[in-house]
T-cell receptor, first 114, second 114 residues
């Protein structure tokens, strides 16, 4: 998985609780991304980062926030989890030697909101 | 709105046959078209990618065909094997895209029967 780890790998939480997912890379890639994957929707971009402390919104950013205080770490926070945020979340990195367009994905985090 | 439309949603092919998955895009600014392969419980992995300056790219049994005027591209898997059974996603990104963001199709679940 190209030096990308995600934690936790599985999480079950209750509606209204805050949740933070972590993505850690050892590849020193400039760009980091958070996607969610739902049946029939492919992967949809939530937020992305183009450098330390530089982030921007993606297609489905409502209800999510992100932070990147170090090159290697990108955090995704659900401030108050809802059942509609039950999904599989993937982190990706890009901007390395494979070319700025190439993205490499982590193993994913399965989140269930009850 | 879905800027990349992928078909079919599912595909069953006999071992040794040809698997064909099609994608159509709307944004003429797209200039990078990758295909990702995903096995259950894993993150998507880059399979093959093409830019619009060529009409075809081949890597082993996998070929991308690209039709710029029709705004369509397709993945052909020759001599399909049971080990190719996975979900395949097409994607696109474009010029002026500050974060090199990918827009994904909805995915195709391929099953190759022995």
């Amino acid at each position: 998985d190209a030096g990308i780890t995600q934690s936790p790998r599985h999480k079950v939480t209750e509606t209204g609780t805050p949740v933070t997912l972590r993505c850690h890379q050892t590849e020193n890639h400039r760009y980091m991304y958070w996607y969610r994957q739902d049946p029939g929707h492919g992967l949809r971009l939530i937020h992305y980062s183009y450098g330390v402390k530089d982030t921007d919104k993606g297609e489905v950013s409502d209800g999510y926030s992100v932070s990147r205080s170090k090159t290697e770490d990108f955090l995704l926070t659900l401030e108050s989890a809802t059942s509609s945020q039950t999904s599989v979340y993937f982190c990706a990195i890009g901007g390395g030697s494979g070319g700025t367009d190439t993205q490499y994905f982590g193993p994913g985090t399965r989140l269930t909101v009850l | 709105q879905q800027q990349v439309k992928q078909s079919p949603q599912s595909l069953i092919v006999q071992k040794g046959g040809i698997s064909i998955i099609n994608c159509a895009y709307e944004n003429t600014a797209f200039d990078y078209f990758p295909w990702y392969q995903q096995f259950p419980g894993k993150g998507p992995a880059l399979l093959i990618a093409i830019r619009p300056d060529v009409s075809e790219k081949k890597e082993g049994r996998f070929t991308i065909s690209f039709n710029k005027s029709a705004k369509q591209f397709s993945l052909h898997i020759m001599d399909s094997q049971p080990g190719d059974s996975a979900t395949y996603f097409c994607a696109a990104s474009g010029v002026g895209n500050a974060g090199n963001m990918l827009t994904f199709g909805g995915g195709t679940r391929l099953m190759v029967k022995p």
